[in-house]
Structures are given as C-alpha cells and as structure tokens.
C-alpha cells in the first residue's frame, strides 16, 4: 500500500512540475510579447479635459494631434498654447486624458506645464 501512495506522489510532483514549467514560459512569453506589443501599438487619445475644476473644456482634438502616428508613447505639452485656450485666467490647471493602446485603456491625469509630459502603453 504504502508503495501506491509513492507511486501516486511521485505522478503528482512530475505533473506539477511539467505544469509549473508551462505557466512559467507561458508567463515570460506574454511578458516578452507584450513589452513588444507595447512598443509597436498605436497610442490614441480617446478624450481629454484642460481646466481648473469646473473651468475647462473639451481637449480631445488638440490631444489627439500631439499623438498623430505615435505608437508605445506619446510626448505631449498640457498648456494654454498647445490645447487651445486658458479655460481658466490665473488657476493652475491640469489635463485628464484617457488613452487606448489596442483594447487597452489607460487615464491620467498631468499638471499644467509647457515641459513635454508622456502618455505610455506600459
């Protein structure tokens, strides 16, 4: 009986093990792959706010020109300048966009400023 029970653990350790093995190189391959698909993907601004609390507006067309043809990233400016106006004279404002690379949503939000500021894919 008790050589049952080694035989039985023995099959079970070779299949945990063969199982462990598969989801670990299953594990690299997806991280591998989607380090490479993030790189390649094209970033596209779905929708953007500029303002300071309820003074601002609709950024989504000034956002989605600063990202034209970019893929993985996407370097941007949040200012008066480049999103169209000073929703709001005199208050720091911020830009609050959310983003798709492929199927996948990402949203942020970035301070105002004329320094270049990254939308990511990772």
């Known amino acids: 009986m008790a050589g049952m029970y080694i035989g039985i653990a023995v099959k079970v350790e070779v299949i945990m093990r063969s199982v462990f093995t598969a989801l670990l190189s299953l594990t690299?391959?997806?991280?591998?792959?989607?380090?490479?698909?993030?790189?390649?993907?094209?970033?596209?601004?779905?929708?953007?706010?500029?303002?300071?609390?309820?003074h601002?507006?609709?950024a989504t067309i000034a956002m989605q020109q600063q990202c034209v043809g970019k893929t993985?990233?996407?370097?941007?400016?949040?200012?008066?300048e480049t999103m169209g106006g000073d929703p709001a004279k005199g208050?720091?404002?911020?830009?609050?966009?959310?983003?798709?690379c492929g199927q996948k949503l990402f949203f942020d939000?970035?301070?105002?400023?004329?320094?270049k500021q990254t939308l990511t894919c990772e």
């Open 91 to 100: 208050l720091s404002k911020e830009c609050r966009v959310a983003w798709k």
């Open 28 to 54: 690299l391959t997806c991280a591998v792959s989607g380090f490479a698909l993030a790189q390649g993907v094209p970033i596209k601004p779905v929708v953007a706010a500029y303002g300071a609390g309820s």
């Open 72 to 80: 993985g990233s996407c370097e941007f400016s949040c200012s008066n």
């Open 56 to 58: 601002g507006f609709d």
């Open 109 to 115: 939000e970035f301070p105002e400023s004329s320094a």
